[in-house]
């Protein structure tokens, strides 16, 4: 029971600094949390799949750019409202990622892995050949734009209703057949789990989680889409965030967010190497060096804290 | 849509035969693909053109996807940082001409740089993570793409860097046909290395102990075959491979920038995906097939633009990975429960 109200403690901790937050910071500090708030939902997202059904995949920018691109054209064309389009992302992104599921149920482990990243790299082309449609190099640009506190508002609300909706789906049934899936697919098939079923949806689900992080990604570049923001580094840093995170932990998700999120931006001052790169050395050297001190995340630290007698 | 079925599977006689030799299906579909490209490069000179231009650019990508086979079976992970050590590594071939040595000098100091480099790598930052984590040891070396980005950004700017042309600018002319020196040149220096590489696995005692590492560690260990030292060497190869493939890829696109490798990373991705991650041999033809094919559907299937390219190619993939999900030369794994 003290563990259940630990949960809880810290889930009401979280939330209150999150209500308190955009009344301290300045506006670009807000635009910084409400993007760590993106790659939560995104490394949210790629945790399920990950984490509770063992597949890897590092398609999931290629997810934020179909996300993203309906919410675009959604609001260029029709004006929708922008929570509207977020939803229609979602949905989305759920049909897309069922359909790729499809042909990853035959694909294992490095073959998967090769094929979303395949995909990855597929999708931001797809821009360029119908070029009418999707705006082609020069983008698609939202009707109406966003000011970032209705970002921050928008990113951790969403956050909030999936990290929510996650627990619901992984504390019942389908979160039990998933791990079963993970740990053992023999074993799984063999108590009844239908492995099909299971992995598809599980994909699915999970490329719905990057639909909304990729419809909100596009409203905070002022809701301007173009292929160029959804290259094949996007799909490594929610891979990056999910491996620091580890699996299975709320904080770990955080951590793995703040550091996807915020390093990058943070460690763009750097003194000595210049502005310019000294973003990708530091942020490169910083995930060598997590990797090597917490192979399993930051839910590994976690757990190793909990019981120092294991470690 | 004839043409690019025969250009697809194109190429077994250049070095596919000679690493797997054994007659399967895949390998009777090649050869007769193989008999398609030479009939096709006699009857048409932009044909020819084109085909030799993909052999040679598929050679690139068949290295690199060897390099990234050989990271595979010693460690069991995917070297995302494949790519960008190859275009460390032709960074410092390019440094050493600057400081005056010749091409070919500059060229095989940096193999020796590259291998170098591949065995410290795997010693202190993939050994410690790999047998306590598998994802973990593929993040590092994700950020190690990343890393080495920034590095020589920092180290030699993002401006373009020029090279001199190793094979000169000599310009055959073989009936109607025009075609530069440079990629009979690649192809001849991709084939060696591959060739040596494999003559070092088959004939050497080192080789065999490098095979038997990578099939059962525990075994070859029981045995005296020095396990950490053969991955070691194993990754060095790779890297070694990588600068090889660098160095080729640097001419065929006339200059130097820190994205060199990225494209070609992942042609060799689908490359090894589609021989197989197991098998050398496969990445080799995978290569060359996808070199020759990219090649000639752009040319020749209207409806495939270059923006699609790479959609097409995955596609494509996709499908041979659906119908034999352990690539074209792959083993299919068997488990018993």
Known sequence: ?311 | MASVETSRLGGLRNGGSALSGIITPVNVVLVACAVGLLVGSLRSALFAQLTIQGLALGSVYGSLALALVLVYRATRIVNFAQGELAMLTTYIAWQLVQWGLSYWEAFFATLAIGFLLGTVLEVTLIRPVLHRSTIAAVIVTVGLFILIDGVVNWVWGGGFKFMPQPFGTTIYRVGGVSISRLYPGMFVVMLISVVLVWALFRFTKLGLGMRAAAVSPAQSALVGVRVDRMLAIGWGLAALLGAVAGLMAEPSQFILQPTLMQPILVYAFAAAALGGLESPGGAVVGGLVIGVGLNLVVQYVPAISSELQLPVAFAVILAVLLLKPEGLFGHREVRRV
């Open chain 1, 1 to 311: 029971m003290t563990r259940r109200r630990f949960t809880l403690v810290s889930l009401v901790a979280v939330a209150a600094v999150l209500c308190v937050l955009p009344f301290v910071l300045s506006d670009y500090n807000v635009a910084l949390v409400a993007q760590v708030g993106i790659f939560f939902i995104a490394v949210l997202g790629l945790n399920i799949l990950t984490g509770y059904t063992g597949q890897i995949s590092i398609g999931h920018g290629a997810f934020m750019a179909i996300g993203g691109y309906t919410t675009a054209v959604l609001s260029r064309d029709h004006h929708t409202n922008l929570v509207v389009t977020m939803v229609a992302a979602f949905a989305i992104c759920f049909v897309v990622g069922v359909l790729l599921g499809l042909p990853a149920l035959r694909l294992s482990g490095v073959y998967l892995a090769l094929a979303t990243f395949a995909f990855a790299v597929s999708v931001p082309q797809l821009p360029l050949e119908w070029s009418t449609f999707l705006g082609g190099r020069d983008g698609v640009q939202t009707s109406q734009t966003v000011s970032n506190t209705w970002l921050y508002g928008a990113a951790w609300a969403a956050s909030a209703i999936l990290f929510v909706l996650a627990w619901l789906i992984l504390r019942g049934r389908l979160g039990r057949a998933f791990r079963a899936v993970r740990d053992s697919e023999i074993a799984a098939v063999a108590s009844g789990v239908e492995l099909p079923v299971y992995k598809t949806l599980a994909f699915g689900i999970s490329a719905a989680y990057a639909g909304v992080a990729g419809s909100l990604f596009v409203l905070a570049t002022n809701g301007f889409a173009e292929p160029s923001e959804f290259g094949i580094l996007l799909s490594l840093e929610i891979l990056i965030g999910a491996a620091v995170a580890g699996l299975g932990s709320l904080w770990g998700i955080l951590a793995g967010a703040v550091f996807v999120g915020l390093l990058p931006n943070v460690s763009s001052s750097v003194p000595v190497i210049g502005t310019a790169h000294g973003q990708d050395v530091v942020f490169g050297a910083a995930v060598i060096v997590v990797m090597l001190l917490f192979p399993a995340g930051f839910a590994g630290l976690i757990a190793r804290l909990r019981r120092p007698a294991d470690a």
